[in-house]
């Protein structure tokens, strides 16, 4: 963990420390598996069904920084809740991080554009799909090895 970085986030309020319980963080986790699952339903549109996927990879974020007793507190958030996420173990979870804030500027484009691209959102959908199949299974092993009382607590995820 780059604990400097971290310092510097809550020294700069764009971190606080509070303490979570199991529960709280099954809690988010609980809201990444089904905002995956929800993404993945047939019938929604691809914009919505992007949006849904991004919400999975900011609620694992959540997760891992309440393992860590962390919470996002400032604008910017999502930037700051995947580069903290990466910054807590650069080596485990540093490439999820950045591939779930690459997608931020996906998200960030079918929120605030009003043209809609429907293969770029297509794109988009598929590469929001693969890291969340590969990066949820990594983030809830990791999890756990950081509190082993969460192992029955979180859902795997589903494709």
Known sequence: MTQDDIDRLIADRRLARQVFDDGQIAGFWSKA??????????DISLDTALQTAYRACLQA????????????????AH???FYAM???D???????AVQFDALRAARSESVYEPDEDEPELARQL??????????????????VRARPG???LLRAPSR
Do not use: C, M, Y
């Open 33 to 42: 598996i089904t905002a995956f699952a929800d993404a993945q339903v047939d």
């Open 61 to 76: 974020a959540f997760a891992v920084l309440a393992v860590k007793d962390l919470r996002v507190k400032s604008t910017g």
């Open 79 to 81: 930037f700051i809740a």
């Open 86 to 88: 990466r910054k807590l």
């Open 90 to 96: 650069e080596s485990a979870l540093g490439p999820i």
């Open 126 to 143: 598929t590469n929001a799909g693969r890291a969340l199949e590969h990066g949820l299974p990594v983030l809830r092993a990791w999890i």
């Open 150 to 152: 969460l192992a029955g």
